[in-house]
Nanobody
Framework: VQLVESGGGLVQPGGSLTVSCVTS????????MNWYRQSPGKEREWVAR????????GYADSVKGRFTISRDNAKNTVYLQMNNLQPEDTAVYFC?????????WGQGTQVTVSP
């Protein structure tokens, strides 16, 4: 199982960014996917989740209304569109999935929100 995030970068407050996670090694369309983030000195926190068939999603209160999770089962890819970014959104963003009772993580992609 491999999860590879990309799309992070530096963005100004109020800006937008979309990060992606390309997966392999499992049947993507059968797995729910999650995004997490971790800031320096803080624990990793859950951000968003999407069901395997793209029909249900959930968000942390801190990002609700600003972030949108989506997936393309034909491309084995999950996305996180982030709008109205704020400095407190600065973190390494990870995608994750549970497969055969084991939790898998990507290496993460850095998102920095700064003037």
């Amino acid at each position: 199982v491999q999860l590879v995030e990309s799309g992070g970068g530096l963005v100004q407050p109020g800006g937008s960014l979309t990060v992606s996670c390309v997966t392999s090694g499992f049947t993507f369309s059968e797995n729910a996917m999650n995004w997490y983030r971790q800031s320096p000195g803080k624990e990793r926190e859950w951000v968003a989740r999407i069901s395997n068939q793209n029909d249900m999603s959930g968000y942390a209160d801190s990002v609700k209304g600003r972030f949108t999770i989506s997936r393309d089962n034909a491309k084995n890819t999950v996305y996180l569109q982030m709008n109205n970014l704020q400095p407190e959104d600065t973190a390494v963003y990870f995608c994750s999935t549970l497969y055969r009772s084991r939790l898998y993580w990507g290496q993460g992609t850095q998102v920095t929100v700064s003037p």
